[in-house]
């Protein structure tokens, strides 16, 4: 058993070096190396206190499961750990409304000629259907299989603006990303996100015509809060209640920067609208002007794409700084 050095300087163990000291402790001639590294033994009491390195990584010391490099399954890291710092090029996640205007105009200079092509595609089909059940009833078809036609036209309409949308979000993230996938294949996870899209898109809208209906403050409440169930419903698989939980945090910055976007929506139609009057005349009278309208109307469409998606990242990253990135956000929607 090892023996500890009494403290009245009685006979003490020796250790390997010891050999360069007189026995009244003088020092002598230094000895050979220590085999040890020179590391003096623990001192009683000191057995199992060793402090452990201060942070992960550390040779001998893993990461534990769910931190950054760790073998845990995808998802936050436990609170109160920090991550990493947020890379300030990346194209999707903003700190700031400088950032979050100039990443949002990003996603469409950067998408555009997708997110027209998913937005053609979306009114085509029922634009064709449409005009197809216009002239049967021109052709003189009974009206119960018009009503019927009519319903079919409506539903593929609904759906096609779904799909749309959920082919959108997904293009755009992956092509940030670095990962740029084919509009088939956006078509399709959007075609995947069609139905739960559909049942929180209904209750939202009734919760805010509720809220509009209750002195008009708590639908502007409601419409803020409930402005990225979409993305919620795409990104995280989630529904309105996640929906509180991220922009509640952040509500009066995340009203300011619809607002603007809606406000500068609206000048630049009501622009367009005026000067399609000047040149063809009012709307009344000329079939032209609102199909031009809505024609001219597609980049405010396409934008609306980048606003959503960058607003929402701009939330996760406030939410939980330094562990939301674009390459997050890709890995996410590609866990079909």
């Given at each position: 058993m090892t023996s500890y050095p009494p403290s009245d300087g009685g006979d003490q163990q020796r250790r390997p070096g010891d050999e360069g000291q007189s026995q009244g402790g003088s020092p002598q001639q230094p000895g050979p190396p220590d085999p040890y590294g020179q590391q003096p033994y623990p001192q009683p009491g000191q057995y199992g206190q060793q402090p452990y390195p201060q942070q992960y990584g550390q040779p001998?010391?893993?990461?534990?499961?769910?931190?950054?490099?760790?073998?845990?399954?995808?998802?936050?890291?436990?609170?109160?750990?920090q991550g990493?710092?947020?890379?300030?090029?990346?194209?999707?996640?903003?700190?700031s409304f400088s950032q979050w205007f100039s990443k949002s105009f990003g996603v469409l200079g950067r998408s555009w000629k997708a997110l027209l092509l998913i937005q053609v595609g979306a009114y085509a089909v029922p634009v064709v259907l449409g005009l197809l059940v216009a002239l049967l009833a021109v052709v003189g078809t009974p009206p119960i299989l018009l009503v019927v036609l009519g319903f079919i036209v409506l539903v593929v309409f609904v759906a096609a603006l779904l799909i749309a949308q959920g082919a959108s979000y997904y293009f755009v993230t992956q092509e940030a990303a670095g990962a740029p996938v084919p509009v088939g294949d956006a078509v399709r996870f959007g075609a995947s996100r069609a139905l739960p899209l559909l049942g929180?898109?209904?209750?939202?809208?009734?919760?805010?015509?509720?809220?509009?209906?209750?002195?008009?403050?708590?639908?502007?409440y409601l419409g803020v809060?409930?402005?990225?169930?979409?993305?919620?419903v795409m990104y995280e698989r989630d529904g309105i209640g996640r929906c509180f939980s991220l922009v509640n945090p952040r509500w009066f910055p995340t009203f300011g920067r619809l607002l603007l976007f809606t406000v500068a929506g609206a000048v630049y139609q009501t622009i367009v609208l005026?000067?399609?009057?000047?040149?063809?005349?009012?709307?009344?009278?000329?079939?032209?002007?609102?199909?031009?309208?809505?024609?001219?109307?597609?980049?405010?469409?396409?934008?609306?794409?980048?606003?959503?998606v960058v607003t929402y990242a701009e939330l996760r990253h406030h939410e939980a700084p330094g562990q939301v990135s674009t390459a997050r956000l890709s890995a996410e929607l590609a866990q079909r």
């Open positions: 001998g010391y893993p990461p534990p499961a769910g931190y950054p490099g760790g073998g845990g399954p995808p998802g936050y890291p436990p609170p109160g750990y990493g710092s947020l890379d300030p090029d990346d194209p999707l996640v903003a700190t929180w898109g209904i209750l939202a809208a009734i919760l805010i015509f509720i809220g509009f209906i209750l002195l008009v403050i708590p639908g502007i809060v409930l402005s990225v169930v979409a993305a919620v005026q000067i399609l009057t000047l040149l063809l005349g009012p709307a009344d009278t000329n079939p032209w002007v609102n199909p031009l309208l809505q024609l001219l109307s597609i980049p405010v469409a396409l934008l609306a794409v980048g606003v959503t």
